[in-house]
Each structure stands twice: as C-alpha cells, then as structure tokens.
C-alpha cells in the first residue's frame, strides 16, 4: 500500500470501528486536510491569520499535554499548596500556544510548559505566547526574559476561539513606565505590564520574515 493507501485505510478503520468521538474526530481531522490541501498557499506567501478556530483533534492534543505538563509540574508544587495550576488552566494556556503557532506559522511540536521555555521561548523559534487570564488584557513580560525574545499576545475568546493582539520584542516591552511589581506567597517578581496598543500587528511578523 502507498502512503496515501495506509492514512486512507487508517481514517476507514476509524470511522467504522470507533466510538462516536473518535468517529467524529476523525470526520474533522480529514475534513481539515481537504480544506488545507484546496487553500494551500502554493509559492506564495502565509497571509496573516488573527484569528483561529481550534478543531475537535488539536483541543484533544492539547488536553493531553496538558494532563502530562500537570502531572509533572505536581512534583515541583508537591509543598506549595494552591501553587500549581489546575488542568483546565494548563488546557487554555496549551490551545493559545498551539493558536500562536498556526498564526504565525511555527511548529507545534516546539510548544512546550514555562519551566521549559528558557533557551527557545515556549512555542520554539525564540518566541513565547501570553494568553491572559480572563479579565485581563496586557501583555505580561518576565524582567528575565532575553532582550531579542518575541513576546506575543493571545485572547481566548471562547474555549475554542483564539485572536492575536500583537507581538513585541522583549527588549522593546522591558521600559520602566511599564514595570509593575507583586509579591506572591513571599515572592516578589517585577514583570512588565505592557497594553495591546503598544504591540506591533500580526502583519509586521511576515513583513520581518519575508
């Protein structure tokens, strides 16, 4: 069988033997694939995508990671009570990594947890993605981040809608007027606070990449 043979037979053996979500997942992941292959970009360049819908498979994915990143992260908070993060929380901080990675066009293998994201930022290529808790609107900026990292913004609409507010260096958010400084259980930290109005369009990205 060729390659195209065995996925085909793959999503056949899906559909008829599995359970109606994985028989529905599989409909949308194939469905994905058709859509990706009529609109693909061929040598032309990614136009900027500010917005994105996360499919049934992709918020699968990232329940798992999520799940793994939680249960890892429990021995570092095993004697910090209330300190780690719940699944759900991990889960929403996933799909907007996983969002900035199809808008920017990065891979989704490179994403990965903050403990994680020291040396290529947490969705790989010296980037990381914020999404704020809801409420909350600025772009947060560890004061230990790298001058050329680039930081960007993500809303999460809904649980499956994921918009891009901007993206900025590190360099240019680390400015004194948006310092702000808390203190957590003890921990002080001084991170930058820095509004969607000062952040570049998503434009810009593809401009410098061009």
Same mark, same amino acid.
């Given at each position: 069988?060729t390659?195209? #043979? ?5 999503h056949?053996l899906? &559909?008829r033997?599995g359970n109606?979500? %994985? $028989? ?6 194939v469905?994905?694939?058709? @859509?990706?292959?009529?609109e693909?970009p061929?040598?032309?360049?990614w ?11 992709l918020?699968?994915r990232a329940?798992q990671?999520?799940? %793994?990143r939680?249960? $890892?992260?429990? $021995?570092?908070y095993?004697e910090k ?6 699944? %759900? #929380?991990e ?5 907007? #990594? ?12 490179k ?5 994680g994201?020291?040396?290529?930022g947490?969705?790989?290529?010296n ?6 808790k809801?409420?909350?609107y600025?772009?947060?900026?560890? %004061? ?14 809904? &649980? @499956?809608l ?5 993206w900025i @260096?590190?360099r240019e958010?680390?400015q ?20 969607? &109005?000062?952040?570049?369009?998503l434009r ?7």
């Open positions: 069988m390659p195209g #043979q065995t996925l085909l037979r793959y056949q899906l &559909d033997y109606e979500e %994985e $028989r529905q997942l599989n409909r949308e992941m469905m994905a694939c058709v @859509t990706v292959y009529r693909f061929r040598g032309s360049l136009e900027p995508m500010e917005e994105v819908y996360m499919p049934i498979f918020r699968e329940k990671v999520a799940r %793994e939680h249960r $890892r992260a429990a $021995r570092f095993r009570e209330g300190a780690q993060r719940s699944i %759900e #929380q889960t929403r901080s996933v799909l907007g #990594q996983y969002a900035a990675c199809l808008m920017l066009g990065l891979s989704l293998n994403v990965t947890s903050a403990r994201a020291r040396n290529e947490n969705i790989g290529a980037v990381s993605a914020f999404i704020p809801p409420g909350a600025n772009l947060l900026v560890l %004061e230990k981040e790298p001058p050329a990292r680039i930081m960007v913004l993500i809303y999460a609409t809904t &649980d @499956t994921y918009s891009c507010r901007g @260096t590190a958010a680390q004194p007027h948006w310092r702000r400084q808390f203190t957590h259980r003890g921990v002080e930290s001084k991170p930058y606070l820095v509004p969607p &109005d000062a952040l570049r369009p810009e990205w593809f401009e410098r990449a061009a």
